[in-house]
């Protein structure tokens, strides 16, 4: 094989890798841009259900609040059992603080949404005759956007389609998902929310090529060996960047943030 045919291959196998993420990131942006489409904040007359207003989603009580992705409000003489029953079980109240998370794959929180979570805490302190303390809600905004825009560049699902197969083969847990489709099984690797990338997907490659099948990529091309530890080689890097980013792949943070 000469130097101009190895070349070819290597940048052969980088161009795959690199299609597969640009699905991937592609995919992220249409599932966002669906939601803020077809969202309406305008109760459905139809359905059955009184209207009233929708409740902000706040973070689970059992992860503490972090100042990158929650808008969180110290609340003073307010006993925190009413704290936690006025904002309901799925509030994130400790210490005196009250904490709504601002930014997740849906995107940011919408700035009337934070104002009227921050309306909703000054309203209950006011009545206890109470002082609430917050970020200012323009500069939380804007490092909210930073960050939403950082993980969309590190948001990468990888996907390994298995052609000829079925899921009846495999056994046992596994850091990854599975799909049937008319033809055989792909493989989902969650980047983000895998608690170690590198290792995750190569146990994906390894039950894969266990299947027998033909393995193909999104568009039904043939992924060999340099193909693969291309893909490989990109899920590294997006786990140190990841990592640079202070986020642990899998982490606490990281599962909230890719929910």
Same mark, same amino acid.
Do not use: H, T, W
């Given at each position: 094989m000469t130097d101009l045919q190895l070349g070819l291959l290597v940048i052969g196998a980088a161009v795959v890798a690199?299609? %597969?993420?640009? *699905?991937? %990131?592609?995919?992220?942006?249409v599932r966002r841009e669906a939601q803020r489409s077809f969202a309406s904040t305008h109760a459905d007359v139809l359905a059955g259900e009184p209207p009233g207003r929708r409740e902000p989603t706040f973070a689970p009580a059992a992860v503490p609040a972090d100042a990158?992705?929650?808008?969180?409000?110290?609340v003073h003489g307010v006993p925190l059992a009413?704290?936690?029953?006025?904002? @309901? /079980?799925?509030?994130?109240?400790?210490d005196s603080r009250v904490a709504l998370q601002m930014v997740s794959r849906r995107g940011v929180v919408?700035?009337?949404?934070l104002i009227d979570f921050r309306s909703q805490v000054e309203t209950l302190a006011a009545s206890h005759g109470g002082t609430v303390s917050a970020p200012e809600m323009r500069t939380a905004l804007e490092a909210a956007h930073a960050l939403d825009k950082?993980? /969309?560049?590190?948001?990468i699902q990888v996907a390994l389609h298995v052609l000829g197969v079925s899921d009846a083969a495999l056994a046992g847990d596994r850091p990854f998902r599975t799909q049937e489709r008319e033809d055989g099984l792909t493989f989902l690797l969650d980047v983000p929310r895998a608690a170690d990338p590198g290792q995750d997907y190569e146990a994906m490659v390894r039950s894969a090529r266990?299947? @027998?099948?033909?393995l193909v990529d999104d *568009? @039904?091309?043939a992924l060999d060996e340099r193909s693969l530890a291309a893909i490989g080689a990109e899920v590294e890097a997006t786990r140190a960047r990841l990592a640079g980013m202070g986020i642990e792949p899998g @982490?606490?943070?990281a599962l909230r943030l890719f929910s």
């Open positions: 690199a299609v %597969l993420v640009y *699905n991937r %990131l592609q995919e992220r942006k990158r992705i929650d808008y969180v409000v110290e009413e704290l936690a029953e006025r904002f @309901g /079980a799925r509030a994130m109240v400790s919408a700035e009337s949404e950082a993980c /969309a560049e590190v948001d266990q299947l @027998g099948g033909r *568009n @039904g091309r @982490g606490p943070l």
